[in-house]
């Protein structure tokens, strides 16, 4: 090091050797992948159910005669928002496809910066209402997840009930480990000391929310599975079976 400062050539990204490209392409493959299942699951209508087990796309399940298409569409863009407008899924996907920047040490794409104030990138300050909308999704899930419990031959524990009930858990703890949440928990409050109730459930959630990128990838992952489960029993591809 002489003191200066570094300079890239001309069209030169990094300096980097290391492959520093790989997590924003798996970032990328992994999303693109997801939002196609998702498109599809959505379009294909069938499959979604089978006994007490509905498919977490599903849910909660509403049947509108005025409505002609899948009635998947009516519930998947409150998830679809929650994640799109997520602090950490934003960081993800900002860097992933829009290179801003990809990598630390990493040259950025752009040219100018307007923060979040233009379309589409405006309507991420809506992040705290499809919050309050997911909690009400993740409650039909939870309910869902009992009544899998319950067939007509009495009480049952499947494969399929453990995969339903995993994957509320999951989203429970992706959904509550937020950083809206944990605004609303503590972040209005002058002195912490005036309400212990309210300030120990902010420290449970500021613990939760360091590992928030984990419960948004895993929880991603559970709502596949849970489907591609639920799917395969339906189709016959695939047995479930009775622990008790």
Known sequence: MNGKPETLAVGQLTE??????LEPLLTVVVLVSFGIYALYVALVNRNYEWGPYL????????????????????????????????YYYRKAYYRAFFWDP???????????????RKFPFVLNNLHRFFWYLSVIVVAFLAYDAIKAFFWQDGFHVGVGTLVMVANVVLLGYYTFSCHAFRHLAGGCMDCMSQNKTRYGLWKWISHQNERHALWAWVSMFGVALTDVYIRLVATGHLTDLRIF
């Open 16 to 21: 980097r050797k290391d492959a520093w490209w």
């Open 55 to 86: 498919s977490p796309f599903y849910s909660p399940y509403i049947q509108a005669s005025w409505w002609p298409f899948s009635p998947a569409f009516l519930v998947l863009w409150v998830p679809l928002g929650f994640r799109a407008t997520c």
């Open 102 to 116: 990809p990598a630390c040490a990493v040259s950025e794409l752009r040219k100018s910066y307007s923060g979040e």
